[in-house]
């Protein structure tokens, strides 16, 4: 049985690092730990704080959750995160959801989750983008909700349709 969240939203932390020594806040249900101090849950919860990078992320998790192989739900939303180049998501198999990316082509990065069907990232600057949603489900085509709105399958068609005629666009313009 899953626990409650690790809640380390509201500390403060700048970087991942600055998170070990953090206690995570107690909610309605309280936070069941191991005979090694770990917690038994598989959701982190790290947002609104500032934190800039991922660095550290595959150790936080292991410092924390008992089960780190396990962790299904991880939320970044309203940190200052702009790149994901130094996290290895081929550690969390088991993500299934993830909330915040600020950059539009870091997404690229998480089609190696093979059970994320849930992303938010309502809110970010990337969503200005037009062609935002349809970049989003053609890089994740598992993905079952984004932005709190289902994917439906006409999405998954379009966005195929709209990359392929992307990709085909720059092609000529560089053959030109």
């Not at 500390?11 to 806040?25: F, G, Q, R, V, Y």
């Amino acid at each position: 049985m899953y626990g409650a969240p690790v809640d380390l939203s509201f500390k403060h932390i700048s970087s991942l690092a600055d998170a070990w020594t953090e206690e995570p806040t107690s909610g309605l249900r309280p936070l069941k730990r191991n005979s090694e101090m770990k917690y038994q849950s598989h959701s982190l919860r790290l947002n609104n704080n500032n934190i800039t990078d991922l660095h550290d992320l595959q150790k936080t998790v292991s410092d924390f959750l008992a089960e780190p192989l396990q962790l299904a739900w991880l939320d970044l939303s309203f940190n200052q995160i702009t790149h994901i180049e130094h996290v290895s998501f081929l550690c969390m198999p088991c993500l299934g959801v993830l909330c915040d990316i600020f950059i539009l082509s870091e997404v690229d990065r998480l089609g190696v989750l093979p059970h994320l069907h849930t992303i938010t990232l309502h809110g970010n600057v990337i969503e200005a983008n037009k062609a935002y949603r349809n970049r989003v489900i053609n890089a994740l085509p598992r993905l079952k909700t984004m932005d709190f709105s289902a994917v439906t399958r006409q999405e998954q068609v379009m966005a195929k349709i709209w990359h392929h005629s992307n990709n085909h666009s720059r092609r000529k313009e560089t053959l030109e």
